[in-house]
């Protein structure tokens, strides 16, 4: 089992910066993957980034250029470094890791860009 907590999300204006954490606990050796997604209300939950054990990063259209995902495996940590913050951005942040026998989630981090 995969225990996953976030944290690192406020409210911020629009073109603000955030670095949102994903500390992990249990069984972390089976991991393989770990991302973020977002979910605003009413919509659906979509992929933001994720990141291999090997480094390969994969990043939605909307975010390629402003969000940086990284791993700190010493730590059993996953950031997201979100940059040149939108309104379109407000959303629950999810932390996901996936590997055998694991698909676990986080609890979810509030993001709200707004004057």
């Known amino acids: 089992q995969v225990h996953l907590v976030e944290s690192g999300g406020g409210l911020v204006q629009p073109g603000g910066s955030l670095r949102l954490s994903c500390a992990a606990s249990?069984?972390?050796?089976?991991?393989?993957?770990m991302g973020w997604y977002r979910q605003a209300p009413g919509k659906q939950r979509d992929l933001v980034a994720n990141?291999?054990?090997?480094?390969?990063?994969n990043y939605a259209d909307s975010v390629k250029g402003r969000f940086t995902i990284s791993r700190d495996n010493a730590k059993n940590t996953l950031y997201l470094q979100m940059n040149s913050l939108k309104p379109e951005d407000t959303a629950v942040y999810y932390c996901?890791?996936?590997?055998?026998?694991?698909?676990?989630w986080g609890q979810g981090t509030q993001v709200t860009v707004s004057q």
């Open positions: 249990g069984t972390v050796f089976r991991i393989h993957t």
């Open positions: 996901n890791a996936w590997g055998i026998a694991v698909r676990s």
């Open positions: 990141i291999t054990n090997g480094g390969i990063t």
